[in-house]
C-alpha cells in the first residue's frame, strides 16, 4: 500500500506543475462582466498561453476566422522577441490588465507582461474573446478597431483608412502589385490596406499596446501576412515587401539570397522607407544620389561602398543602403541581358555566406569579378539619367 501512496503523490505534484496558471489578476482588476463568465475567458485565456508557454502556438484557442492573422501578430510580437532574448512567458507575471464587453457574446482582453526580475511592463496584448462557441476563442482585434473606417478599392487592393487617400499613389501600387507578380508568372493577390500614420498606430491597432524593442519606433510597417498590409509612415506604396512576398512564394528560402532580394526590392518596389517629406524613394533617384557622391568623391571605391554599405544617404532617409542600392542596379542589368530567368538565378545563389555567393552569381552572369567591380559597375552607372 505504501508503495502505491508514493507514486500517486508524484503524479499529483507533477499534474500541479504543468497546470501552471499563467493568468493573473491584479488588485486593481474590475470588470462588467459576470463573475463566472469573467473566470471562463480567463481560464481560456490561460489555456492559450499554455500552448504558447513552450514557443509554439497551435491554433487550438483561437478563432477560426482571422486565425491566420491572430498567430502572426501573436509570433511577431510576443513568441518571437521572447524567443530572441531566450526568455518564455513563465518568467513573466501575465496579467490581466482590461476584460470588457464590446459585443453580444464578444469581449476585450488585454495582457500585461510583467519580468519577474525587473517587475518592468515590457509588452502589452489586447485580444478579442469569442464566448459564442462550446468553446471561448480568442482574435486579432483589428478588424474590430477598424470597422467604421472608410474603405476603397483601387484594382486589387482595399484601402482602408479614416480621412483620404492619395490614389495617385495608390494606382501606382496597385500597378506595382500586378508588375511583380507578372515577373515572377503567378497572378497578383489581392490585399487588404490599412493607413496608419505610424509604426506605434500599426501596433495598437493590431492590439498590440507596449513591444518593448519597438518602443518609441516609428518607421516600419506590418506584412504582407494573410493578405493585410499597415502602411509604412501613412504611404500608399508597399511594393518592397509585396516583391519579398512573391519571391517567398515562388522561391525556397534556403535559397534566396538577401543581397539580391533587398536590390530587387529597391529596383521593382521602392526602398521600403519614406524621405523626409513623407515620399517613396525610387531606386533610380538612389542611382542619381550615388552618381553625384561620385562626383563630389572622386577617389570613391565603389567595391568598398558594396561591401561596407558605408551610410552616404544619410540626407534622404537614415535606413537607406548603398548595398541595396547597387544590387539592384546588378539586378538591372542581369534582367535586360538574361531576363526573368537571369533574375531567378541571382536570387536563389543561396541564402548562406550571402557576399561570397552573390559574387559568385554576378561572376557567372556578368561577368564581374573583384577586380573588374568598380569599372563595370561606374560604366553601369554612367547609363542612368
Ligand atoms: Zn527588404
Redesign the pocket.
Known amino acids: 500500500m505504501k508503495k502505491l501512496l508514493v507514486p500517486l503523490f508524484l503524479i499529483v505534484y507533477i499534474n500541479s506543475g504543468l497546470a501552471q496558471n499563467f493568468i493573473t489578476k491584479p488588485g486593481f482588476f474590475k470588470s462588467e462582466m459576470e463573475n463566472d463568465m469573467a473566470d471562463k475567458v480567463i481560464k481560456a485565456l490561460d489555456q492559450l498561453y499554455q500552448d504558447m508557454a513552450d514557443h509554439d502556438l497551435s491554433g487550438e484557442f483561437l478563432t477560426a476566422s482571422h486565425q491566420d492573422l491572430t498567430m502572426a501578430v501573436l509570433n511577431r510580437y510576443l513568441i518571437s522577441p521572447l524567443k530572441r532574448r531566450r526568455t518564455r512567458l513563465g518568467n513573466f507575471t501575465n496579467q490581466i490588465m482590461h476584460l470588457y464587453p464590446i459585443a453580444a457574446e464578444k469581449c476585450m482582453v488585454s495582457i500585461g507582461h510583467i519580468t519577474k526580475t525587473t517587475s518592468e511592463l515590457q509588452y502589452q496584448i489586447s485580444l478579442i474573446a469569442d464566448i459564442s462557441g462550446p468553446k471561448i476563442t480568442f482574435s486579432n482585434p483589428l478588424h474590430h478597431y477598424a470597422r467604421y473606417w472608410k474603405k476603397q478599392r483601387i484594382g486589387n487592393i482595399t484601402y482602408h483608412f479614416r480621412e483620404s487617400i492619395n490614389v495617385a499613389r495608390a494606382l501606382a501600387f496597385d500597378e506595382k502589385n500586378s508588375m511583380i507578380a507578372e515577373k515572377f508568372g503567378i497572378s497578383p493577390d489581392k490585399f487588404d490596406f490599412y493607413m496608419c500614420d505610424d509604426e506605434q498606430e500599426v501596433l495598437n491597432l493590431l492590439g498590440v499596446g507596449l513591444m518593448a524593442e519597438r518602443t518609441g519606433q516609428t518607421r516600419n510597417g506590418f506584412g504582407v501576412y494573410l493578405k493585410t498590409i499597415c502602411s509604412i509612415m501613412n504611404h500608399e506604396d508597399f511594393s518592397?515587401?509585396v516583391?519579398?512576398y512573391y519571391s517567398g512564394k515562388v522561391n525556397a528560402s534556403k535559397n534566396r539570397n538577401?543581397i539580391t532580394?533587398?536590390g530587387v526590392?529597391?529596383l521593382w518596389g521602392n526602398a521600403?522607407y519614406t524621405d523626409k517629406n513623407g515620399e517613396m524613394i525610387s531606386h533610380s533617384r538612389l542611382v542619381n544620389e550615388l552618381k553625384a557622391y561620385m562626383t563630389q568623391n572622386a577617389d570613391t571605391d565603389l567595391l568598398d561602398l558594396f561591401t561596407n554599405n558605408t551610410k552616404i544617404f544619410k540626407d534622404i532617409a537614415p535606413e537607406i543602403s548603398v548595398t541595396?542600392t547597387i544590387s539592384g542596379i546588378f539586378a538591372q542589368e542581369v534582367e535586360d541581358q538574361k531576363g526573368m530567368e537571369g533574375v531567378q538565378l541571382l536570387i536563389n545563389c543561396g541564402s548562406k555566406n550571402r557576399m561570397e555567393n552573390y559574387f559568385k552569381a554576378i561572376e557567372s552572369l556578368l561577368g564581374v569579378t573583384k577586380k573588374n567591380f568598380n569599372k563595370r559597375l561606374a560604366q553601369l552607372i554612367a547609363k542612368y539619367e
Open positions: 518592397h515587401d516583391f519579398h538577401w532580394e533587398e526590392a529597391y521600403y541595396s
